[in-house]
């Protein structure tokens, strides 16, 4: 079990509790003031119409810089220093495997996690509940119930992704510590005024009083419900309280106006940002909204801040050779050096030189999830797996010939290579599967809520999506031009395709691979067509030749 799991609550208390969760998505309160109960069936969160990914928090997902966010969703930093964030076993509130987001730190805290729900319609209300958002101190012992932290429900309906955005409806903050099962605190209906919405899932610890602050998030559901009326939205709360009131369990709604987002355009090029020569791979922190580009010609890393599109600082590798591929996890930045048959490892605050370790010959793509990463070894047909905790290699894994890219997954990734194929390959190193390609497989992606792999053929211009257990073909396309590398947007369900031999990105349906547009990049040259990362509703692409960024604007927010 979980040190920071919770400990202290008598079994007998957790029985009534689970039964209350699986009995009524509300409590009687707010079941009664909705008229008819809810179109989801109980435990919503595992029903497969609930509008949430992992709404049940089951899948460890992103890595980031305060640690495991739970497949899905994404960390938010509201005020103040960073807490940790973890993925971890809630005492059987749901089903096995049972597991919680959980939030904690002995200092105080604002943040929380939020997740964009994509392919709503316009003016229809929708019903969102939080169904479990337990809150609790330690000091050294068992977990007790404290009135100091609170839990809060929010949400964007025009889809915007900035936790201090006024466009944001926040419910009030639940103080109470002694209630934590479906409280009516933690429901929304809202319209939507956009085809997307934001939720936020917000943790406000507002003592430091030598205990660990702890909240545990679980049980989110959301569906369509034209027949309900939607709350007023509330003013936006202070950052942190000066006087927290656990008696009082709603905060008035008082009616404001929400500000009309700015006009954006979806699939159009922002700008082209100028970083250095011959940019390569691209890796990105949503945490800190940075993108990392690694430039070949002087084995350095370039960083940009995603909000201002500057270059804000480039970074030695300490290392001969030439910046290849590059991944983010656990606050690290893994480079494959081309040349030297290495991988650098600096700090991702800082861009302090941690260490160099050997891996194959001609590290190419990179590739990671929150503890694992994978280099692919163009010229010893290897895959090196690193731990991401203790920046050691692991495994050395065959595979065919001419490893190429990376699409990492929650426990596993899948890596091209170029004599046929696409392997996935185990956070333990094992060899989990081999799927046979057409020849020159380069380009590769994963779609996580699908559960489907895209692969792109560089010598029959071919574009197939997979099953990504089985490998099965699902529906494939030829393009005009070669293909290069890909990158899945799942905000928006669209696939992005390096042309590089054209200075072009296609952009397709990620379900059908249906054509929905073609964008003019920065020149590519010889050596271009790898770099290419997903961030905070944008694409950012690598133009090798010309020397710069190009960032996409997938969708707007």
Avoid at 81 to 97: K, L, Q, R, S, T
Avoid at 215 to 236: F, G, Q
Wanted: charged residues 10%; glycine residues 8%; contains cysteine.
């Amino acid at each position: 079990m979980n040190l920071r799991t919770l400990r202290s609550i008598h079994v007998s208390i957790l029985v009534f509790l689970l039964a209350l969760f699986l009995a009524y998505p509300l409590s009687p309160r707010a079941r009664a003031a909705f008229a008819r109960p809810a179109t989801l069936t109980d435990p919503c969160a595992y029903d497969s119409n609930n509008l949430f990914m992992n709404g049940m928090m089951r899948y460890p997902g992103m890595g980031s810089a305060y640690g495991t966010v739970a497949e899905g969703w994404m960390p938010f930093i509201f005020s103040g220093n960073p807490p940790n964030f973890n993925v971890v076993d809630n005492e059987g509130i749901d089903e096995n495997p049972g597991t919680s987001q959980q939030i904690f730190e002995v200092n105080t805290f604002d943040a929380g996690i939020q997740q964009t729900v994509n392919n709503l319609q316009v003016g229809t209300n929708y019903w969102m509940r939080w169904g479990y958002s337990l809150a609790a101190k330690s000091y050294t012992g068992p977990n007790e119930r404290v009135n100091t932290i609170g839990r809060q429900f929010g949400v964007n309906p025009y889809g915007g992704t900035d936790p201090h955005s006024a466009q944001i409806i926040w419910g009030p903050i639940l103080w109470n510590g002694t209630v934590a099962v479906n409280r009516p605190e933690m429901t929304i209906v809202f319209t939507a005024r956009a085809t997307s919405a934001t939720i936020f899932l917000r943790a406000i610890a507002s003592v430091n009083d030598g205990g660990e602050n702890r909240v545990w998030i679980d049980a989110l559901c959301m569906e369509p419900r034209p027949d309900l009326p939607t709350s007023p939205p509330p003013p936006t709360p202070p950052i942190t309280p000066s006087t927290p009131n656990p008696s009082t369990n709603y905060i008035p709604y008082v009616e404001r106006n929400v500000t009309t987002p700015t006009s954006c355009t979806a699939m159009s090029v922002v700008t082209h940002i100028a970083i250095g020569a011959q940019p390569k791979g691209i890796a990105v922190d949503p945490a800190t909204n940075r993108a990392f580009v690694s430039l070949f010609a002087d084995s350095s890393v370039a960083v940009l801040d995603a909000a201002t599109n500057q270059l804000t600082a480039t970074w030695s590798t300490n290392n001969a050779g030439h910046s290849n591929g590059i991944a983010f996890a656990n606050n690290r930045l893994f480079v494959a050096m081309r040349d030297t048959s290495s991988v650098a490892i600096l700090d991702a605050t800082n861009g302090a030189f941690i260490a160099t370790h050997a891996v194959g010959s001609q590290p190419w793509g990179v590739g990671a999830n929150s503890t694992r990463v994978w280099v692919a070894n163009f010229a010893s047909s290897t895959v090196s797996v690193f731990d991401a905790i203790t920046n050691t290699v692991i495994a050395t894994t065959p595979i065919g010939a001419n490893p190429a890219l990376v699409a990492p997954a929650s426990a596993h990734a899948f890596v091209t290579f170029m004599g046929s194929g696409i392997a996935t390959i185990a956070n333990t190193g094992a060899s989990l599967n081999n799927f046979p390609f057409d020849g020159g497989a380069f380009g590769v992606a994963f779609n996580a809520s699908a559960n489907r792999v895209y692969a792109a053929s560089r010598d029959t211009n071919k574009l197939v999506l997979l099953n990504a257990s089985t490998g099965a073909t699902i529906t494939s396309v030829t393009l005009a031009q070669t293909p290069y590398a890909l990158a899945y947007t799942p905000n928006s369900n669209r696939l992005y395709i390096i042309l590089a031999d054209v200075n072009q990105v296609n952009i397709r349906d990620g379900t059908t691979l249906s054509d929905r547009a073609t964008l003019a990049l920065g020149a590519q040259g010889a050596d271009g067509g790898d770099g290419i990362a997903v961030l905070n509703n944008r694409v950012y692409v690598s133009n090798n030749a010309a020397g710069t960024v190009s960032v996409i604007q997938d969708a707007c927010p």
